[in-house]
C-alpha cells in the first residue's frame, strides 16, 4: 500500500518541496513531465498538481495527504485537516494600492474596486472590517490591475515585496501570514496512518535539524565547568579526555541564532581549536 501525497507542480513550493522530501530520504525515481510518480525507497506516491487544486483532493480522497500553502488552503475552505506547520515558503497576503496615494487607513478601500486571486480570504477581511469593496477576480499578474485601471488596488501574496515595488505599489495591510502545511484526508485507513507517522517521524529529524551546529572543541579541565554552564545544547554536553594532561574535547549541539555570541564566551573562557558542522537530521 502506498500513501498519495500532492504537491504543487512547479513554482517556488514545488522547488523547497522537493528539497524538503529529499532531506527526509524520499527519493523519487522521475520528476519532469510525469503526474504520479512514486518513491524507490519509502512507501508513498507523489501526485503533481496546480496548488489551487491540491485542499479538493486531499479533502475527497484523491490523495492521501498533500503540502500546500497556507493560503490555499484557507482560501478553499476544503474539509482537509492540518496535520503538520512545515516553516518554509513564508509569505503574507497583503492589501496594496498605487505607491503616490496616500492611505490613511482600512477604510480608504470602501467603494473601492480590488484586484484578488483569493476572494473568500478578502471577503471576510473587509466584513471585518465594516467596509464596502468590489471584488474583481483575477488569476495571473494580479500586480499589475492598477496599473492598467482595471482596479484602484490589490490583494495578493507578497514575499519580498519586490514585485510590489517595480509596479509602483506599497503594502498598507497584512491580512495574514502563510507558510507550506502538510494537510491530511480525515478518513485515512490504520495503514495509511502508520505510513504517515512514519513519514512525520522523518520530517520531525529533519525540522529540528533546521538552524542547529554540532561544535566540537578542546578545552582546559580547570575551566570545564564554566564552560558546561555557558552551553545551552540538549541536555549535557559529551566530555572526553585528550592526550594532552589538562585538557578535553567537548562536543555539543547550538542554535544558529545564539551560536556567535556564546563562541565568543567559549573563547575568552579558553576554548581552542572550535570546529562548526552542520547537522543532517536530529530525533530526539
Known sequence: MLLRIAVQAKGRLYDETMSFLGESDIKLNAVKRSLLVQSSKFPVEVQFL????????????VADIGIVGENEYVEKNENAEIVKRLGFSKCRLSLAIPKDVEYPGVQWFEGRKIATSYPGILSTFLKTQNVNAEIHVIT??????????????????????????????????????SEALLIGNRNLCDEKK????????????????????????????????????VLPGMKSPTVMPLAQEGWCS??????????????GKLKSLGAEGILVLPIEKMIL
Not at 50 to 61: C, E, F, K, L, N
Not at 198 to 205: K, P
Request: with cysteine.
Open 250 to 263: 567537548v562536543h555539543t549541539v547550538l542554535d544558529e541564532k545564539c551560536f556567535w555570541e556564546i563562541i
Open 140 to 177: 495571473g499578474s494580479v500586480e499589475v490591475a492598477p496599473g492598467i485601471g482595471l482596479a484602484d488596488a490589490i490583494f495578493d501574496i507578497v514575499s519580498s515585496g519586490s514585485t510590489l515595488v517595480s509596479n509602483r505599489l506599497k503594502e498598507v495591510e497584512v491580512v495574514m501570514k
Open 194 to 229: 502508520e505510513i504517515l507517522k512514519e513519514l512525520l517521524f522523518r520530517m520531525d529529524a529533519v525540522k529540528t535539524a533546521e538552524d542547529k551546529k554540532y561544535v566540537l572543541m578542546n578545552a582546559p579541565k580547570e575551566r570545564l565547568e564554566e564552560i558546561i554552564q
Open 50 to 61: 496546480r496548488d489551487d487544486d491540491i485542499p479538493q483532493s486531499v479533502a475527497t480522497g
